[in-house]
């Protein structure tokens, strides 16, 4: 399983190397004709496109460290690092999107003469580039938040560049400058939107919060069905990245032999791999139930043992 995933890490790796470099050229032919074509359409997409550029930069760089592995300080990997860089991403969608809609406000109401025929052309390019990265990520989108992000920020500027083109049509027959001001609005309050779920997501996995579509609950239930085993507490799961999950728990059972409980710990191991795919588990068995605190688990002290002296 190790390798099929550094090889799909990889794969996507290849896929934002290539895609940050036809961005940051898309991004020099659009300043170009932006100019030359009196569009600050173009001009505001060429600048959406260098966040672009980071974007992919970022989401390059979260997928070849989070491929790294455990050392000695970092004993948990480096996954985190493609939800950072997911997290980052997201705030400068938030970011483009407010300054977008601000330029589309002034727009409104200081339209300007442009040369549609360039907009099109270069935007009707746009939509190729864009729409290709989204298939070259597509497969790992619902995987990793990461490429998520970087997933988001082209599909914002795919549909940057169909408001450009449509616009550029209304412009050339209507001559209704405005109607580019109002699909710039529009689509960066969709880009919000969807950004706001990735925003989430990525915080709630820096912050160690249950992984998506788990139920505690559920989890708890379920392991309290494995033979062997009278109660689970001091239940602990959270997301060490974006598809790797990890639990930690106290499990109350019988004053048995290792041998037996050896085999209630393969059990809980199945179930929490088969049902919940949480692969990375710390079980401490107990046979004396603890006294659960807000601290977590407190194991009582015998008598004999309190009084014992340490040479």
Not at 42 to 56: K, Q
Not at 127 to 156: E, K, T
Not at 165 to 171: E, L, M, P, R, S
Request: aromatic fraction near 8%; hydrophobic fraction near 50%; glycine fraction near 8%.
């Amino acid at each position: 399983m190790h390798a099929h995933h550094h090889h799909r890490g990889a794969s996507t790796g290849q896929v934002l190397r290539w895609s940050l470099l036809a961005t940051a050229l898309f991004v020099g032919i659009e300043i170009f004709y932006g100019f030359r074509a009196h569009s600050l359409a173009l001009l505001s997409d060429a600048g959406h496109n260098a966040t672009d550029a980071l974007a992919l930069m970022l989401a390059w760089f979260g997928v070849y460290v989070q491929n790294k592995p455990a050392d000695e300080h970092k004993t948990f990997g480096y996954q985190r690092a493609g939800v950072l860089a997911a997290f980052v991403n997201a705030l400068t969608l938030w970011a483009v999107s407010v300054w977008i809609i601000w330029e589309a406000y002034r727009r409104f109401w200081r339209p300007e003469a442009v040369n549609t025929g360039t907009m099109m052309l270069v935007a009707l390019g746009g939509i190729v580039l864009n729409g290709g990265i989204m298939l070259g990520l597509s497969r790992d989108r619902h995987a990793d938040v990461n490429i998520r992000s970087a997933f988001v920020h082209m599909l914002g500027d795919l549909l940057g560049s169909i408001a450009i083109v449509a616009g550029a049509a209304i412009i050339r027959f209507t001559g209704w400058h405005q109607v580019d001001p109002l699909l710039s609005v529009l689509i960066s309050a969709l880009v919000v939107w969807t950004a706001w779920d990735i925003i989430h997501e990525a915080l709630n996995i820096l912050l160690e919060g249950l992984p998506r579509g788990l139920a505690y609950s559920a989890v708890q239930d379920a392991m309290r069905t494995v033979a062997g085993v009278l109660d689970v507490h001091d239940l602990h799961v959270w997301s060490l990245g974006s598809s790797s999950h990890a639990l930690s728990c106290h499990v109350l059972i019988e004053d048995l032999p290792l041998s037996v409980s050896d085999r209630i710990l393969q059990e809980l191991n199945h179930l929490l791999s088969d049902r919940f795919k949480i692969h990375h588990t710390t079980v401490q068995f107990e046979h004396v139930s603890c006294g659960v605190t807000g601290t977590g688990c407190v194991i009582p002290v015998t008598t004999e043992h309190a009084h014992h002296e340490h040479p």
